[in-house]
């Protein structure tokens, strides 16, 4: 088989986004694909030839997310392990997304193992080793700006055309952006 990654659409029973698809190893350990994504009755995912896969409905069983205007949004990321919640039973919705919590979910996103009580000193430390973040005040709420810019560094900072540039010029000449995203 290839060792390159190899595109695969599956189809799939449920259009639940707590839908996901699972790489099952040698020994049937299980690991779920973070990047699959699911659009209508089918499951689209990059995986190397001859890989054994499974689907499962991974859905958290939130209390406070049903009728959420997010429900579903958080229902796919909490179902790919990339948001965990507060408890088994409640995810905090509206509670505002910290520097830390951003890190943590990149972090798990690349692979990196953050869970448990040490969670999110794996993903400042994954974040400042990779020079997504400074991991600067972790604890404080996240701003668009700041989320933006460690997105950007996630994605490699990919140059801009000459269109995005003129643009994220005159967004960045704007007085009221915080110094940190400049």
Request: proline fraction near 6%; aromatic fraction near 4%; include cysteine.
């Amino acid at each position: 088989g290839s060792v390159r990654p190899v595109r695969v659409e599956l189809p799939v029973g449920s259009s639940a986004p707590g839908v996901v698809a699972l790489l099952v190893g040698p020994d049937g350990s299980e690991t779920v694909i973070k990047t699959a994504v699911l659009t209508g009755n089918r499951m689209t995912l990059s995986v190397t030839d001859g890989a054994t896969l499974t689907l499962r409905d991974n859905h958290k069983n939130f209390s406070d997310t049903r009728g959420h205007w997010a429900g579903d949004a958080i229902d796919f990321v909490s179902a790919r392990d990339l948001f965990s919640g507060r408890t088994p039973t409640s995810f905090a919705p509206d509670v505002p997304m910290t520097r830390a919590m951003l890190m943590t979910v990149l972090a798990r996103l690349d692979g990196t193992e953050a869970a448990g009580g040490s969670a999110y000193q794996a993903g400042m430390a994954w974040a400042v080793a990779r020079g997504v973040s400074d991991g600067s005040n972790p604890d404080a709420p996240i701003t668009r700006e700041q989320l933006v810019a460690m997105l950007h560094r996630y994605a490699g900072s990919p140059a801009a055309t000459n269109r995005a540039i003129c643009a994220i010029s005159t967004i960045m000449s704007a007085p009221t952006l915080s110094q940190i995203s400049r």
